[in-house]
């Protein structure tokens, strides 16, 4: 490791005047495999406060195949997201909302893959993105899936996206930035 | 599939930590709860690869975007993305954005009292060569006033996203100018603990990339994250 690497700063308050060309509601995976899924959600601060300047970026890889989800996809000729991509900038509410496939359960090396999305959290005041998973309520596979494990039991909830009212296709989940529902993050 | 990356750790104080104080924003923003370490599973270990045909040969042309052209000096920023063993990435989309030469950025909620330019919207992207370079073409933005503190400047910066071969090797961050007095004051630049890695943010001037009658060059080379020299721990 010869050259240091370069130092991460905060998104700011002005990134969609660059970002947003990237923004999408919905993200695109391969197949037609796994029910389509609503997740909707709100972004709070340390006061409590909803976080109207906000982006997410989500990414999901096939467990199954082990592989992401590449289809017919090639870059040469790709016009379109890259599948199981997203990026979903929250309104001036601090809400978001996006579609996606929900993935299934998989197994490499022995190990068990509940189902999940990988989430990265940016915005003005992190001087660099929080790293974040979406899980999904009621997943058998979660009891065994690795990461979930090393997560204490009373915090795991908060990176469950649960069934609302509105049908079990249609999640909740939000993310606290900070205090006692303080959803879980990651150090990669 | 080739066999995605194993990513290695950042080396201590090359990134800012979350809470910062002396940024005001990060104070209700960063985390309190110690990060849980997470092991590099696919998901982590690869990532979106964007398409040549997301990208248009003009995007990377900032002052082309509409029929007159924008005020300000004329620069030509470029440069290698590398990763920390120094291999090129390629392929790889670079996207930015920047206030224009008077400081005001094209956005609704910036309320800075200076002029928009109607020539000049302040974003561009592009894909790296195969031998990881790029280069953008744009108006070197201004100095604008914030309210973390009393009489709280930005220096000049572009804003830089960057996608590597991994979700481990996103990158989000600002590149500077050489010289900028407002440098020493900033906390947003100030938060890298590691002084060397700190002033990789600061481009240099490129006599190389100087255009004669026409733009002043600026070099920023940018090193992600890279691959693991050793395997990882399992």
């Given at each position: 490791m010869s050259h240091v690497p370069t130092p991460s700063q905060t998104v700011g308050p002005f990134f969609s005047i660059g970002?947003?060309?990237?923004?999408?509601?919905g993200i695109e995976c391969a197949g037609e495999k796994g029910n389509r899924v609503t997740i909707r959600g709100r972004i709070l601060d340390g006061d409590g406060e909803p976080v109207p300047d906000a982006l997410l970026e989500i990414w999901q890889v096939d467990h199954v195949s082990n592989?992401?989800?590449?289809?017919?996809?090639t870059i040469e000729r790709r016009?379109?997201?890259?599948?199981?991509f997203g990026r979903i900038a929250t309104n001036e509410c601090g809400e978001f909302q996006f579609s996606t496939r929900k993935p299934a359960a998989g197994q490499k090396d022995g190990m068990i893959y509940a189902p999940h999305l990988a989430v990265l959290v940016l915005m003005r005041g992190l001087l660099r993105h929080l790293v974040t998973r979406i899980y999904f309520a009621g997943e058998a596979a979660n009891e065994q899936d690795m990461v979930l494990k090393l997560v204490p039991a009373e915090r795991r909830e908060t990176l469950l996206a649960m069934p609302s009212p509105d049908g079990d296709n249609d999640l909740r989940w939000d993310i606290h930035l900070q205090g006692d529902r303080e959803t879980v993050f990651f150090e990669v | 599939m080739a066999e995605p990356p194993i990513f290695g750790k950042l080396a201590d104080g090359t990134q800012p930590h979350y809470?910062?104080?002396?940024?005001?924003?990060?104070?209700?923003?960063?985390?309190?709860r110690p990060l849980i370490v997470l092991p590099h599973t696919l998901s982590e270990r690869t990532g979106p690869v964007f398409g040549q045909d997301m990208v248009r040969e003009s995007d990377r042309d900032l002052t082309a975007q509409h029929t007159g052209e924008p005020l300000g000096e004329r620069i030509v920023i470029s440069g290698r993305l590398l990763d920390e063993g120094g291999k090129p990435v390629r392929g790889a989309l670079i996207e930015v954005w920047q206030a224009n030469a008077a400081g005001r950025y094209k956005h609704k909620m910036d309320q800075h009292r200076a002029p928009l330019d109607?020539?000049?919207?302040?974003f561009g992207r592009t894909l790296t060569d195969a031998e990881g370079r790029y280069k953008f073409i744009s108006i070197k933005p201004g100095a604008y006033p914030w309210g973390n503190h009393a009489n709280a400047w930005r220096p000049a910066h572009v804003h830089f996203s960057i996608f590597g071969a991994g979700l481990l090797s996103r990158l989000v961050t600002q590149m500077y100018f050489p010289g900028d007095p407002l440098l020493a004051y900033d906390p947003i630049y100030n938060c890298i603990p590691d002084e060397k890695a700190k002033q990789g943010l600061i481009s240099m001037f490129d006599w190389e990339n100087t255009s004669p009658e026409f733009a002043l060059g600026y070099r920023f080379d940018i090193v992600l994250r890279g691959r693991d020299a050793t395997p990882m721990e399992k």
């Open positions: 970002l947003s060309a990237l923004c999408r509601p592989e992401p989800y590449q289809g017919e996809q016009k379109t997201l890259p599948f199981g | 809470l910062h104080p002396e940024y005001r924003s990060s104070v209700k923003r960063a985390p309190t109607p020539n000049f919207n302040g």
